[in-house]
């Protein structure tokens, strides 16, 4: 944790110490609430496209800060991302949180392992052969959830969420969710939610997609 202490979108780790039996660590405290809660309470059960697309940019600014210390954080989803507003939608902060599944690169080829929360998880993360892309894809499951206040592969059955995840066929420009949203977004959101990971798009054109530089400076 401490190699990620400089980038403002991420928890800081304060202190750590350690007994016989126990592991401490004393974490920067996060202000505001999670974004699954913040987005539910929402009127509309969704956030309007220029907040969302704020709160994308530091997104993907601080993932590309993670990975480039060669670390997958494997946990992207909302409630794991914390948010503070003033005056109702102005972002004044933004950490993501929880670190509890990263690892090193490496690690993962050394150990195949499958972990993640199922309705974020990319394709290849169910075999355990998987990189940094796996992020990506989580990422684009946000865009589409806080956009649109439902997720793209959910279903009470875990083993259909799972073949849906498989499968990776999005129905988004007939789907009654997104009949009022920006050809932009929903470009994005097809972009990064892409089966084959070499097809997903890079973090760095990400944060130079025409939706992200239309609402943010």
């Excluded at 750590?16 to 987005?39: I, K, W």
């Amino acid at each position: 944790m401490k190699v990620l202490n400089s980038n403002p979108f991420i928890v800081q780790l304060k202190e750590e110490f350690e007994d016989f039996e126990n592991f401490y660590y004393v974490m920067e405290l996060a202000a505001g609430t999670d974004l699954l809660s913040y987005t539910n309470r929402c009127e509309k059960g969704y956030l309007p496209e220029n907040v969302a697309a704020r709160i994308m940019r530091g997104l993907f600014e601080a993932t590309d800060y993670i990975h480039k210390a060669g670390i997958v954080h494997r946990d992207f989803k909302p409630e794991n991302i914390m948010v503070d507003f003033e005056n109702g939608f102005q972002l004044q902060s933004l950490k993501i949180i929880d670190f509890g599944f990263a690892t090193y690169i490496q690690e993962i080829k050394k150990n195949r392992v499958c972990v993640g929360t199922l309705n974020y998880m990319a394709p290849e993360s169910f075999s355990g052969n998987y990189d940094q892309g796996v992020d990506i894809f989580s990422l684009g499951v946000i865009l589409y959830f806080i956009i649109s206040g439902t997720l793209p592969f959910y279903s009470d059955d875990q083993d259909i969420v799972k073949r849906n995840t498989l499968n990776c066929e999005l129905d988004i420009e007939t789907d009654d969710c997104f009949f009022d949203k920006s050809k932009e977004v929903i470009d994005l959101i097809t972009k990064l939610i892409v089966r084959d990971p070499k097809d997903r798009i890079s973090l760095q054109d990400a944060l130079v997609h025409p939706w992200i530089l239309k609402h943010t400076s």
